[in-house]
Nanobody
Framework: QVQLVESGGGLVQPGGSLRLSCASS????????MAWFRQAPGKEREFAAA????????YYADSVKGRFTVSRDNVKNTVYLQMNSLKAEDTAVYYC???????????????WGQGTQVTVSL
């Protein structure tokens, strides 16, 4: 089993940066792909970024490409989402997920964190 805990969310001004962290307590961390999803009020949860189990491949939604960077540290059992040039449209609850399959689809991820709020506002 894998337990995921996100941290690092908060309030930031447009154009600012935040780094989210997702810590795993499970030994299976290194065998799973990791992803970040986000959900704004009244909207469906959407894929943001993913990283392969070894960290060698990353994938991004078009909406965040060039601004966000996903990475993982398999020694620390932690995945990160560096968010730069933040926009108001990035405001959402951000969820960490672990699993395998189609990286863009929520059913691919068996394990989910509780989410951390990111608010981008003046």
């Amino acid at each position: 089993q894998v337990q995921l805990v996100e941290s690092g969310g908060g309030l930031v001004q447009p154009g600012g940066s935040l780094r989210l962290s997702c810590a795993s307590s499970g030994r299976a961390f290194s065998s799973l792909a990791m992803a970040w999803f986000r959900q704004a009020p009244g909207k469906e949860r959407e894929f943001a970024a993913a990283v392969s189990q070894g960290g060698g491949s990353t994938y991004y939604a078009d909406s965040v490409k060039g601004r966000f960077t996903v990475s993982r540290d398999n020694v620390k059992n932690t995945v990160y989402l560096q968010m730069n040039s933040l926009k108001a449209e990035d405001t959402a609850v951000y969820y960490c997920a672990a699993g395998s399959g189609n990286y863009r689809l929520t059913p691919s991820y068996r394990y989910w964190g509780q989410g951390t709020q990111v608010t981008v506002s003046l």
